[in-house]
């Protein structure tokens, strides 16, 4: 069975207006349903990346956005997950459990309410009670035995059991109980936090109920030590002015390998396998207060987005272009290679030639014999990031957080010690304090 959501709560607050527009307050708890109108892969043919760009149509929702906002995606499980992992439970999907959205039966519960393509340490510490009861001794009997030689070399022996709870072959004392090897298991993971981790990492929950589903697990208790399903956040790429009622977003697939099953993230896996042009999406908008253009166009900007750090970005080029801002554009854009992951490279070039993007830095991290970096080109040229910077112009980051952003942060500071002249600690508090707290020209969207 397919999971369409279509909540109540949409139809409920939905009210029209005279000239026939459904005017609501759509958040993250009443989304609005999208329908899907562009859904293509950006990445070249030979490339192991699936990165897509992926467009939503507004309808009469009235919702608006600005060039900055991210949208919030409410993802739907697979329902070949669902299906397996119902069937690894051995419970009645049609049973009805009590969630935080109300009593739903256990197959909409998790296709629509809960996390089941990755399993969580709350789920295998809850399993701790199974143990306590006493369950986890198992009775073992063996049943068969074949010895092929004797202390004479010459004889075989072969024994089956015959069913009787008294028969043994000779010279063999039963072990009656073994402890379960689910219990072992189970006390390692609780006990290591690494081993915890490790065992988690790409395991779903058919991948672990093939470890405990035998523990008796109801309907019910299963769904008390799930995490929610929660909606997942996608930087706009696109402007309002420049793309009228429609919101583009640049997603990159997660895909992987786990437990010798191919694997997707949900929400990425949900946009690419299982949504089509003509679907609707459930979405909702996460306006920024601090990701902004600045208000005088005239400021030059300074823009670093490798990967899909673009997407913001894509949409400042938009908005500035439509708004003819006199201020600069440079944009510093990366990826693995320029055939394989240049993303929006005809766009980019178009606005190369008609003089949108005034400069363009391009770093290609698997083409050549070394890495290049978006921040090996920011030293390159760093003094004239530092003269864009002392005019005025502003500075923003978007993309990956525990890696890219941090490089580019310490690049920035060494860049303004260098070329404005501050020792390491001056320029430290310039970057940090000065330029992104009290002057805000240093924003970054970064997850
Ligand atoms: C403000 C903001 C803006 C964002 N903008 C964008 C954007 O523009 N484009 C974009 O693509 N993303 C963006 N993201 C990230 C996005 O929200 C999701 O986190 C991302 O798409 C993954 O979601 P998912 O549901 O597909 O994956 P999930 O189901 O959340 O799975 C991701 C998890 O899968 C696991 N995993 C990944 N690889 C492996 C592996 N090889 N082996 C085992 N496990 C693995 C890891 O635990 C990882 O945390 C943004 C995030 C934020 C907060
Ligand atoms: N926090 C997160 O969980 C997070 C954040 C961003 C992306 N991702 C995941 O990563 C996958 C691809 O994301 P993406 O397409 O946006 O690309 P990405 O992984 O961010 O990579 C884009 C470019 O940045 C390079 N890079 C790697 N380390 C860097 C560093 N320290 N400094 C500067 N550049 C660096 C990469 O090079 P090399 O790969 O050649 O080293 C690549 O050329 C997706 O599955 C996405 O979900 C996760």
Redesign the pocket.
Known sequence: MKYVRLSASTILTSVVSLSGDILTDWNAKNPYTSTITENHILTGNGSKKE?RHIVFDLGKSGLNYKAGD?LG?I?VTSSELVDDVLGALGVDADQIVETHVGDVSLREALSLHY?I??ATKKFITNLGSKFNSGDSQIEIRLVKRTRSSTSSGLETEQWSWSGDADDYPSNYSPTSTIIDPAHELWNKLTQDEKSMEDYL??RDYIDVLSDFGHLGITGQEFVDSLGRL?P??????SSPDFEAGTVH??????????QGRS?????????ADRISVGDGVEVFM?PTRSFILPEDGANDIIMVGP???I??FRAFLQQRKVDESKGRNWLFFGDWTKDGEFLYREEIESYVEDGTIDRLDLAWSREGPSKVYVQHLMEENGAEIWNWIDNGGYFYV??DKNRMARDVHSTLIQICSQHGGMSDEDAKHYVERTLMKDEKRYLR???
């Open positions: 990165t991210a995606v993802p996390e393509h990755q990492w790409g929660k997942r956040l996608y930087s706009i790429a977003l640049t997603v990159a697939i997660v895909r992987y390998e786990g694997k997707t993230g949900l929400t990425t896996g949900y946009l996460s990967g899909t750090g997407a913001p978007c993309g969207d970064v997850y």
